[in-house]
């Protein structure tokens, strides 16, 4: 019951941001604060865009609970997931100037995973890393083949993780 209490916390504050962000813009715009341009639009849409994906990764959530959803495993170039996600963030990294670079050698073999979920880990650790660096600092995406498995690391010049927080890093909306 409290993991149910914290979840539920923890989603609302997860849909709030958005949601204040476009009742901002709308009642600026309402009260003529603010001309409804092309600018504002964009933004409009980018808000609601964050809530549909928060909306789908909760059904997406409550589907794994239910032990409903399936992963479509396919032989996957690891390096290419990384790649998109690199240069989906990119743009976040420039703005905040951190440097953001892989290593990734270019014998690395297929790997059989769900191309859109592990696309969606790394997009989540680079966002996170982002988030964590101050300005002019440096994160670094590599991969590595281990006997039978491919490590991939994100690496960055950020605070860190408190060692008291680390068991806790994958629990579900756990907060450091």
């Known amino acids: 019951e409290e993991l149910r209490r914290n979840m539920v916390g923890d989603v609302a504050h997860e849909l709030r941001t958005p949601l204040t962000n476009l009742r901002g813009y709308l009642e600026a715009t309402r009260d003529g604060l603010i001309n409804p ?3 504002l639009m964009d933004n409009l849409y980018e ?3 964050l809530l549909s994906r928060l909306v789908n990764d909760l059904q997406e959530l409550a589907q794994a609970d239910a032990g409903q ?3 479509l495993r396919q ?16 743009p976040q990294a420039n703005t905040k100037q951190i440097a953001l670079q892989t290593e990734l050698p270019s014998d690395l ?4 995973v769900d191309g859109e ?6 997009r989540n650790l ?15 995406i ?8 491919v490590a991939v690391t994100v690496r960055d010049t950020g605070e860190g993780i408190g060692p008291e927080h680390l068991p806790y890093v994958f629990d579900r909306f756990y907060r450091a």
């Open 75 to 90: 032989p996957t170039l690891l390096a290419n997931i990384v790649e998109q996600a690199v240069a989906m963030l990119r």
């Open 109 to 112: 073999p297929f790997v059989d």
């Open 47 to 49: 808000e609601t865009m």
């Open 37 to 39: 341009d092309m600018e």
């Open 69 to 71: 959803q399936t992963l």
């Open 117 to 122: 979920r592990v696309g969606q880990i790394v």
């Open 126 to 140: 680079l966002n996170n890393a982002i988030a964590h660096t101050p300005e002019g600092g440096a994160i670094t």
């Open 142 to 149: 590599s991969a590595a083949h281990e006997d039978q498995h």
